[in-house]
Structures are given as C-alpha cells and as structure tokens.
C-alpha cells in the first residue's frame, strides 16, 4: 500500500496546490475513484503535459481501482510533454493474443491477452489477461497480469488480479 499512496504523492505534486490537497484528500478518506477523476480533470483543465510515463503510471491506478474504461479517454486527451518515454501505452493495437499461443508455465489457455504497456528499453510487454465472455467480448476485469517476451510469444512474469502495481513495477525495473 505504500506504492500506492507514494504514487498517489507524486501525482498530486502535477497539480495547483488547492487541487493537490483535495486529490490528496481523496486518498485519505478512501475516496480514490473520486480523486482519480479529480486528478485527469485537473490536468486537462490546466493543459499540464505528463509524460507517458505518468500517463501509464495513471492507467494502472484506474485499474487497480476499478475506473480504467471509465476515465481511458479523458486520460489519453492528457497533452503529452514530448520526452522519450522508457514505458509507453500501447492500448488497442488490434494485436490481442489468445493465451494458448503464449508459453508459460501456467496456461493461459483459456484466456485472451491484450497488450497493455510496453517498456521501450526492452520491448517487454505488460498484457493484461481476460476471459472470454459468453457473448463474445472480454471480461471487465482482467484475470492477470502478464509480462511477455518483446515478440509476445512467451509468459515471463505471472501477476495476480490484484497485483496490477507490482506488475507495472516489474515492467519498469526488470
């Protein structure tokens, strides 16, 4: 929980001071769906770039708290500050993989990965993977989170449902 609220910290440091204190707020009143949208709005409003470092940094707190789908498009219309990223988003490539393609040590067979974050130093990605619903489209939330091989073709790292911060940690500094 830790890395949880140093994140937290460091994103309210993007923000005017009387928005930091209520984005931090959020946090301590265990309101962090509330500050989440608080956080992207102040950065649109105040047309702060981030760098897609912070950017994905974001991407894995909404996930971790439930609000990805629900703030993905206000986040993404985030302005950029230009730098060469180390980690990148790399959401709706088309390039989703069924999980019997992947070698692992656990099958994945049975479900399907979309790739996620990829590390650029490395190539690695962190894919997160779904279950097939019955009508056709991907679980709301993801089964696991899996570090890939650069070509996607083998499982490196295996994460729990609950374990989105550490995989995005491993990511950046495996």
């Known amino acids: 929980m830790t890395d949880d609220a140093d994140a937290w910290n460091r994103l309210a440091a993007l923000l005017p001071a009387a928005e930091a204190q209520e984005f931090r707020d959020c946090w301590s009143i265990g ?12 950065l649109l409003t105040h047309q702060m770039a981030i760098s897609e470092t912070v950017r994905a940094q974001i991407f894995v707190l909404t996930e971790a708290w439930g609000e990805r789908e629900a703030l ?7 302005r950029a500050d230009g730098a060469a990223p180390d980690v990148k988003l790399i959401e709706d490539d088309g390039g989703t993989v069924s999980g019997a393609t992947v070698q692992a040590e656990r099958s994945l067979a049975d479900l399907v990965l979309v790739p996620w974050i990829i590390c650029m130093r ?5 894919m997160r993977a779904h279950d097939r619903e019955d009508w056709g489209g ?3 939330r993801a089964r696991h989170y899996v570090i890939t091989s ?25």
């Not at 295996?158 to 940690?169: E, P």
């Open 31 to 42: 309101e962090q769906e509330a500050g989440l949208g608080l956080l992207v709005s102040g």
């Open 122 to 126: 490395c190539g690695q990605v962190l």
């Open 72 to 78: 993905a498009p206000r986040i993404l219309q985030c």
């Open 138 to 140: 991907l679980s709301y």
């Open 150 to 174: 650069p070509g996607r073709a083998t499982a490196l790292q295996l994460f729990s449902a609950d374990a989105v911060n550490d995989a995005f940690a491993a990511l950046r500094h495996g």
